[in-house]
């Protein structure tokens, strides 16, 4: 009896060291923020004076902060769903068998391994009204007649980050559907041709559900990181013109180091902390209920 109850704490003991230090890595940034957001704190993270709720009473009556809350939620809407949306057709190309489909994958992998800083420079490079590739290109078709100032323009800038921030997303999003394709048996399809089901039917039918799983996957892991994703945003316009494209992780690097201002900085990112924590769980409970139901 004895042997068998050292035998089940074993396991335990074994992932314990490693355990207590992923805890630690964990709860003493978010105890350090928590820590933050109740105080006054210099510009210096000097912290003084408890203060309460301030912080979050301070940053909810900020209206930069409303507008920005909104658009993240369209930033993290429109970027996932853009990825989803571009991914599926070229991972249902990119699993075909043709002449010139390793370089093809190569091709659309390519970004993947490019900093995403670098990939953000190089875009406001294209987006530059004065020099850009983009400008450029569009003059010589003739679809305008002078430059566009894209970067400088509060109705322009935010949508093209969007489509930036898909054609980054696109290439690891691509890496877990193929993966999905490539479990599906091949088998189903040829008896689907058999039985007279069109191409639509045949990726309506027995594509979408045998992909369901990997695009549950996709949805969950884009979000955090669309959510999260700094580099883009930042180094293309730093949230302007006019904080006209700020996201709460922009913004909140603004308060933090820019505006002196790191206990209501402490607050939002405990605001964001939450967002994300309500759509895991929600999220999971959605997933549950299908299961439940399928």
Not at 33 to 48: A, C, P
Not at 98 to 121: E, H, K, N, Q, V
Not at 237 to 244: A, E, K, R, V, W
Request: aromatic share 14%; proline share 5%.
């Amino acid at each position: 009896m004895q042997l068998r109850s050292t035998k089940s704490f074993t396991p335990w003991l074994l992932i314990l060291p490693s355990f207590a230090l992923a805890l630690f890595i964990i709860s003493y940034p978010f105890f350090n923020i928590l820590n933050q957001s109740l105080h006054e704190v210099s510009r210096f993270g000097m912290v003084r004076d408890f203060s309460g709720w301030t912080n979050f009473a301070t940053v909810f009556t900020d209206p930069v902060f409303i507008d920005t809350l909104y658009r993240t939620l369209t930033w993290t809407l429109c970027v996932v769903g853009g990825t989803i949306l571009v991914a599926v057709p070229v991972s249902l190309i990119l699993v075909q068998d043709f002449y010139g489909r390793g370089l093809a994958r190569t091709i659309t992998m390519l970004p993947w391994a490019i900093s995403l800083t670098m990939t953000a420079i190089i875009w406001r490079w294209a987006f530059n009204d004065e020099f850009g590739l983009v400008n450029l290109g569009l003059q010589q078709l003739g679809l305008i007649d002078a430059p566009i100032q894209w970067l400088a323009n509060p109705r322009l800038a935010f949508p093209v980050e969007i489509g930036v921030g898909i054609l980054v997303s696109v290439p690891f999003t691509v890496t877990i559907f193929l993966g999905g394709l490539a479990s599906v048996p091949h088998d189903i399809y040829e008896a689907a041709r058999i039985e007279g089901a069109s191409s639509w039917q045949q990726f309506r039918r027995l594509t979408l559900p045998l992909l369901r799983p990997f695009i549950n996957i996709a949805i969950v892991l884009n979000v955090i990181y669309v959510f999260n994703s700094f580099p883009i945003i930042w180094i293309m316009t730093q949230g302007g013109p006019d904080n006209s494209t700020h996201i709460l992780v922009t913004y909140l690097y603004e308060l933090a180091f820019r505006l002196g201002r790191p206990g209501e900085a402490a607050a939002v990112s405990l605001v964001m902390l939450a967002i994300l924590l309500a759509f895991t769980g929600l999220y999971l409970h959605m997933q549950g209920k299908e299961e439940e139901h399928g």
